[in-house]
């Protein structure tokens, strides 16, 4: 076991995989010689060569694009987004395309769509998206995002294995901020398999990326309240583990949604469907969401700490609800 951050255990996915298939290059803007603009791709180009590591023009839609003809081929491409955000420039061809390529004809789209989301840095509109709930409402595209480098190691490995087209969020805020002990043998974990990171009897929080923290800290403050808080991580959005979800809440009988992007319209609402329809038997108050403001993503520091959803407004979130 050896202590990594969050984007040393990206590098470490890539490099491993990269070695162990032929097959697995990687695409997008300034990966090679810049190491990528957070440096998730630094000495890539010097052990792997150019044509696995592969520097493209500021074209988002033709990065995919090759990408996915690549994946038709039989490669397995990985495409960075400097941004996730400037994933919109492609989401026809993601959508339309990438998504729907087994369903129209049997054909699977082995390709691995990275890069940094969320708040938290300062990035203002345009580098601090959450983008999940635009791409959970098409079938065939996987989404994933991991909380901690143990997960973003073993997430994008078996991302990478998958024969299908895997949509992968990094929050930015946990790129250097997480260190943890992850295992240093080849591992995976499972897409699809939701993790319970804090135990509890009185409410559950479900969430995922870098809201699992704010959600712990969330927990710990309400646990001197004598409120006993379970946290849930998702990890992966689609496909969503319901089964866990459930299980959760019926031990809890309450249920918190939280996620950084804008509450309306957010996967939240597809998780409090889901918590309504499945499970609402075990539930003694109704399901609460909560996420950031349904305004862009402010550039200062104090109005984006105001946009999101931060341990203070969990905590009342959390009061309220058991209060019900």
């Known amino acids: 076991m050896a202590p990594i951050t969050y984007l040393d255990a990206i590098r470490d996915a890539l490099n491993e995989e990269m070695a162990r298939d032929e097959r697995v290059f990687v695409i997008g803007e300034d990966v090679g010689t810049y190491g990528g603009a957070f440096k998730a791709t630094e000495g890539l180009l010097a052990r792997f060569g150019r044509d696995r590591v592969i520097d493209t ?142 135990q509890g009897s009185d409410a559950t929080i479900v969430t995922f990326g870098a809201m699992v923290h704010v959600a712990l800290e969330a927990a710990a403050r309400a646990d001197e309240d004598g409120i006993d808080v379970e946290v849930l991580d998702l990890r992966t959005l689609a496909p969503l583990d319901r089964e866990t979800i459930l299980e959760s809440v019926a031990r809890t009988s309450r249920a918190l949604v939280l996620h950084e992007a804008a509450r309306t319209g957010g996967i939240g609402g597809e998780i409090a469907a889901c918590i309504g329809e499945e499970g609402f038997e075990y539930l003694d108050a109704p399901v609460t969401r909560l996420g950031s403001l349904d305004t862009p993503v402010p550039y200062s520091p104090p109005l984006e700490h105001a946009f999101m959803p931060g341990v203070d407004k969990v905590v009342d979130a959390v009061r309220t609800l058991v209060r019900y």
């Open 57 to 198: 023009p500021i074209s988002e839609t033709a990065i995919v694009g090759a990408a996915i003809g690549a994946a038709y081929t039989g490669m397995r491409p990985v495409a960075e987004m400097q941004f996730i955000d400037f994933i919109a420039c492609c989401f026809n061809i993601l959508t339309n395309f990438a998504a729907k390529s087994r369903y129209r004809w049997g054909a699977g789209v082995p390709l691995v769509v990275r890069g940094p989301c969320g708040g938290g840095v300062g990035g203002g509109p345009f580098h601090s998206g959450n983008p999940e709930a635009y791409f959970a409402h098409t079938a065939g595209l996987k989404i994933v995002e991991p909380s901690t480098p143990t997960d973003a190691k073993g997430l994008l490995k078996a991302a990478i294995r998958d024969d299908d087209p895997v949509l992968f969020l990094e929050h930015k805020y946990l790129y250097r901020r997480l260190k943890e002990e992850v295992p240093s043998g080849d591992y995976v974990v499972p897409i699809g398999k939701a993790v319970v990171r804090r």
